[in-house]
């Protein structure tokens, strides 16, 4: 049975800094096109960062927000610096992209429960 569980979230003021990870078991994902996604209160999931070939980013996280993966712990990571409050969100991991573009959360096959994310002002 393959299980993503994500950790890290929390919550932390505003400027600051959080690491979540995202740890698969069941399968290895080498090779294939990983993503985090967020949703908060009352909008829909959007797109935050994917690792494939290369990473991509949201425009919204660009420069403050690092994804990368350990293929050996196969394991992914999401390193989130300069925090703001509109960060606030539950943040899933999804692994496995089988169809559409990397950005879009119907493409990929297997997601975690998600850990909440709190950025105090």
């Known amino acids: 049975q393959v299980q993503l569980v994500e950790s890290g979230g929390g919550l932390v003021q505003a400027g600051g800094s959080l690491r979540l990870s995202c740890a698969a078991s069941?399968?290895?994902?080498?090779?294939?096109?990983m993503g985090w996604f967020r949703q908060a209160p009352g909008k829909e999931r959007e797109f935050v960062a994917a690792i494939g070939g290369s990473t991509y980013y949201a425009d919204s996280v660009k420069g403050r927000f690092t994804i990368s993966r350990d293929n050996a712990k196969n394991t992914m990571y999401l390193q989130m610096n300069s925090l703001k409050p509109e960060d606030t969100a539950v943040y899933y991991c999804?692994?496995?992209?089988?169809?559409?573009?990397?950005?879009?959360?119907?493409?990929?096959?297997?997601w975690g429960q998600g850990t909440q994310v709190t950025v105090s002002s």
């Open positions: 069941g399968r290895t994902f080498t090779g294939r096109t």
């Open positions: 999804a692994a496995d992209l089988r169809r559409g573009p990397y950005y879009s959360d119907y493409g990929y096959d297997y």
